[in-house]
């Protein structure tokens, strides 16, 4: 199983911390006992190992597809006004991850980035109303080759305290590839334009870098 980068000092650190509590534990615990006790460090061990997991994934699409950035379900579809960039009326479609799910962030559509900025914020549950607009975040907007804009941002959660966000004014983006990472469960907004064909609808689970969720007109 591939990890990763963002994962690898975290594990390192939570897998020598749980080696000496564990070996404190052969030490002064009876052996039975010692055992029940390391085991709950070990499966949670485990569990973080399973969050930092990066499969890597390798779909199609056409200068009109938006494919889903995050493995997740779908929990917003509505009419918006995005007054950050857009300015005006469009499509928000979020997506819900939670800590079971894959937190690579890919990017949604192909074109040129241009548009980056971060957001430091509160740490709302990642489903409120209004973490979109309050919570630390990330925008990125991408042009497209027909000429759309289209706007998501990384959205942190009340677990999730650490957004990394790699896209760059100026970048090639390529519907699939990754663009970021957050940490331990969060959200992901897509802002689209009017007259978007939506492909999914609420409570659907989504599939990340391979599923089409929508298509541009």
């Known amino acids: 199983m591939k990890l990763h980068k963002e994962g690898r000092m975290i594990l390192i650190g939570f897998f020598l911390a749980f080696l000496l509590i564990s070996i404190a534990l052969y030490v002064f615990v009876p052996a039975y006992y010692s055992y029940i006790l ?23 699409s056409t200068v009109y597809d938006v494919i889903a950035p995050v493995d997740g379900k779908v929990v917003v579809i509505e009419e918006v ?48 109303p209004k ?5 630390e975040r990330t925008t990125v907007v991408v042009e497209t080759e027909n000429k759309a804009n289209v706007l998501f941002r990384q959205i942190a959660g009340a677990v999730a305290r650490r957004i990394v966000l790699y896209a760059k004014e100026g970048d090639d983006a390529n519907a699939g590839v990754e663009y970021g990472f957050i940490k331990f469960g969060s959200r992901l907004d897509i802002f689209l334009p009017l007259g978007t064909e939506i492909l999914v609808k609420i409570g659907d689970k989504t599939k990340g870098g391979i599923q089409k969720i929508a298509e541009l007109k």
């Open 38 to 60: 390391m085991l709950p460090f070990w499966i949670l061990f485990g569990f973080i190992v399973w969050f930092f997991r990066n499969p890597e994934r390798f779909g199609e």
């Open 131 to 135: 973490s979109s607009e309050l919570n």
């Open 81 to 128: 006004e995005e007054k950050e960039f857009i300015k005006g009326k469009c499509i928000q479609l979020s997506i819900f991850m939670s800590p079971l799910n894959v937190h690579v962030n890919r990017y949604p559509v192909s074109g040129k980035v241009i548009y980056t900025k971060y957001h430091p914020g509160k740490y709302l549950v990642a489903f409120h």
